[in-house]
C-alpha cells in the first residue's frame, strides 16, 4: 500500500491539498473522495476510515478544504458550502485522472457539513457510483436555530449584517470561535486536533452560509445512485431527527446504520463500527 501527498488546482487556480490512498496491487482502483465536516482538517480523524477503505482494495483522496489547512483560499477560516461543494466536484476530476484509479468506479464519502455536501453531490453528480453520509447536516437554518435561541436571533443576525457592511469598507472578516470550553466539540476538537493546524475559529459569514444550506431539499433525487446514511442517534449538534426526516426522504436504494452515540462518537468510540459499515457498502457498490 502506499500513500502519496498531492496538490489539486481548483478552476480558479486556487489549490487544495490532499492525500491519495492507493492499495496493494497494479489497479486501476475503485475510488473514494472524503472531506471533513465544519472547520475539520483531513488530519483530524480521517486517516483509520481512508485505511480501513485502503486495506479493501480502495483508493481514497482526502482533501482539506480551502482556507484550511494545508489548502488555498484567499479568505481562511471562511466557510462557504457551496464553494466546497463546487471544490468537491472538481476533486472527483483529480480522482478520476489518476492512472492507478477506475474512473468509472468513484464514491464519495462526507461527514458532518461535507455529509451534506455529497447528498448534494450525489443527485446531482452522475459520475459518482455510491454516497456515504455520516452524521449529516441535512438543513443549515435548522442546525442554526438551534444553536441560537430565538431571543438572540435578532442581535445574531445584526452582527452578521454589520460584518457585511465593515467587508465593504475593507475591514477583515469577523471571526467567531467554533466552540466553547468544555462542550462535546471541544472535547473532541482538542483530541482530534492536537499537533495539527487547526484553529478555533471561522469568519462569522460562515454563519450566515450554514443559514441558506439545505441538502434535505436534494434528497428525492439522489437515487438512482446508491445511499448509506450513518446517523447518531443521540446527536444534538445536527439534531438526529432532521437527519432521519432526510433519509425518508430520499428513494430507493438506500440504506441505514443508526448508532448508538452523538455526534462524534463515529470518530472516537463508534469508530470501528461506522468505519466498517462504510467499508462494507462502499466495496459492495464499487467492487461488484
Not at 61 to 80: A, C, K, M, P, T
Request: charge should be negative.
Amino acid at each position: 500500500m502506499e500513500t502519496r501527498e498531492v496538490r489539486m488546482a481548483m478552476a480558479d487556480r486556487v489549490e487544495l491539498a490532499g492525500r491519495l490512498y492507493l492499495p496493494d496491487g497494479a489497479g486501476p482502483h475503485p475510488a473514494v473522495v472524503m472531506s471533513h465536516g465544519f472547520s475539520g482538517l483531513m488530519d483530524m480523524g480521517l486517516d483509520p476510515y481512508a485505511h480501513a477503505f485502503q486495506t479493501a482494495g480502495l483508493a481514497c483522496l482526502v482533501y482539506d478544504h480551502r482556507n484550511f489547512g494545508d489548502s488555498g483560499g484567499n479568505i481562511r477560516q471562511e466557510i462557504d458550502p457551496w464553494q466546497q461543494i463546487r471544490d468537491m466536484r472538481e476533486v472527483i476530476a483529480h480522482a478520476r485522472i489518476q492512472d492507478a484509479v477506475n474512473a468509472a468506479r468513484v464514491g464519495l464519502w462526507g461527514t458532518s457539513y461535507s455529509g451534506g455536501h455529497v447528498l448534494v453531490i450525489g443527485a446531482v453528480d452522475r459520475r459518482v457510483s455510491c454516497v456515504v453520509s455520516q452524521v449529516p447536516v441535512t438543513t443549515g437554518s435548522g442546525a442554526i436555530e438551534r444553536m441560537v435561541t430565538a431571543s438572540e436571533m435578532p442581535a445574531f443576525l445584526d452582527s452578521i449584517y454589520e460584518d457585511y457592511d465593515a467587508r465593504a469598507r475593507g475591514d477583515a472578516p469577523a471571526t467567531v470561535p467554533v466552540y466553547q470550553p468544555g462542550g462535546e466539540t471541544a472535547v473532541w476538537a482538542e483530541k482530534m486536533g492536537a499537533g495539527t493546524a487547526y484553529r478555533n475559529e471561522v469568519t462569522l459569514r460562515s454563519r450566515d452560509l450554514w443559514l441558506e444550506y439545505e441538502p434535505s431539499s436534494f434528497m428525492h433525487r439522489i437515487s438512482p445512485t446508491p445511499l448509506l446514511m450513518i446517523i447518531a442517534a443521540h446527536d444534538t449538534r445536527v439534531p438526529t431527527r432532521d437527519q432521519l426526516k432526510a433519509y425518508h426522504q430520499a428513494l430507493e436504494p438506500k440504506e441505514l446504520l443508526l448508532l448508538d452515540g452523538a455526534h462524534y462518537d463515529p470518530y472516537m468510540s463508534r469508530l470501528d463500527e461506522a468505519s466498517a459499515a462504510a467499508r462494507d457498502f462502499l466495496v459492495k457498490h464499487l467492487k461488484p
